[in-house]
């Protein structure tokens, strides 16, 4: 072999290197360098996508600019099955090295579904099956009063029963941690008999610092064996939480035959009638321990309590000349 052909074959061989070097170095440079993305982007990346589908989606959302480079990276650290499915956020400027390692490590989304206090389980089910992002259908409605109201944190793709049963679950662990250190004393037999009363409390009054009170006045009468006569019991009898009555409890309402109707059964309804909150549950476990029996509206969104009931009669007019005005 010639001098010259050797020389000829150093300097392609060097020619090689030196293309590959640059080549590699390009990517790299791509592969590391902040992304284009003026804003921060939200992907779904559903099961059983491959790495190229993946490439595809991500460059299609702005996050990467090159799939060929993208596809490289990963195939080069073997990493092709490390990448997970989910809702992933990519930052604005997330390089193709950033936007694998959030892959990779599976950070997701984090979202939120609030239940407020006081609301019907079947009113709480809807919420869940008008919430984006959840999957599944509900075919049993639990029952009322098993579940706690709080702020649950999700993902993309979680089931819906799963949210239920957590709320059950934290309902249950709840419950008889406040029930364990309950006052001693009260006219309530067990648990349920607890988040039945803390379901009424939560339902008469919006106002936390009134939750004692109310509940002192519906202890205070079952201690003496009085009817509860709670208008929101009355409510529940004719809607057994389905819908909003959307009026006010007329005279008849309160004469209707219904098993929660506290004006004419004495003692607690058979079952909640809302998912009271640690709040109510809390009251009727420590009540107010004064002589109230009565309570009616004052104007102000509150209500005045009344020991004596020609008390609570003129607390009545009161209220009346306020509505009347």
Avoid at 186 to 206: C, G, H, Y
């Amino acid at each position: 072999m010639t001098r010259r052909l050797l020389r000829f074959i150093f300097l392609f061989v060097l020619l090689i290197l030196v293309l590959a070097g640059g080549i590699l170095g390009w990517g790299y440079a791509q592969y590391t360098r902040p992304g284009q993305q003026a804003f921060d982007q939200t992907v779904v990346v559903t099961k059983g996508r491959g790495l190229k589908e993946i490439a595809a989606q991500l460059a299609k959302s702005g996050v990467i600019s090159n799939q060929l480079v993208f596809r490289v990276g990963v195939r080069f650290r073997r990493w092709s099955r490390d990448l997970q499915a989910g809702e992933f956020r990519f930052p604005a400027g997330t390089s193709m090295r950033d936007a694998v390692a959030i892959l990779r490590k599976g950070i997701t989304v984090v979202r939120h579904v609030t239940i407020p206090e006081g609301l019907s389980t079947v009113r709480v089910v809807n919420i869940l099956r008008r919430t984006d992002g959840l999957r599944g259908d509900i075919e049993q409605i639990p029952g009322e009063g098993t579940l706690f109201p709080a702020t649950y944190d999700f993902s993309y793709g979680d089931e819906r029963v799963t949210i239920l049963q957590t709320m059950a679950e934290k309902m249950d662990k709840i419950t008889a941690k406040l029930w364990a250190a309950r006052e001693k004393g009260l006219p309530l037999a067990t648990i349920r008999d607890a988040v039945i009363l803390a379901s009424i409390v939560e339902k008469e009054t919006s106002l936390p610092k009134e939750r004692v009170r109310v509940a002192g006045v519906f202890i205070n009468r079952l201690r003496r064996g009085m009817r509860l006569q709670s208008d929101p019991t009355v409510v529940y009898g004719l809607t057994r939480g389905t819908s909003v009555l959307g009026r006010p409890l007329l005279r008849v309402d309160l004469e209707k035959d219904t098993p929660y109707n506290t004006y004419r059964l004495p003692g607690l309804p058979p079952a909640p009638i809302a998912n009271p909150g640690s709040g109510a549950l809390r009251a009727v476990l420590h009540p107010t321990a004064g002589k109230d029996l009565y309570f009616v509206a004052d104007g102000t969104g509150g209500h005045a309590f009344a020991a004596t009931f020609a008390e609570h009669k003129r607390n009545v007019k009161r209220w009346r000349r306020i509505k009347a005005k």
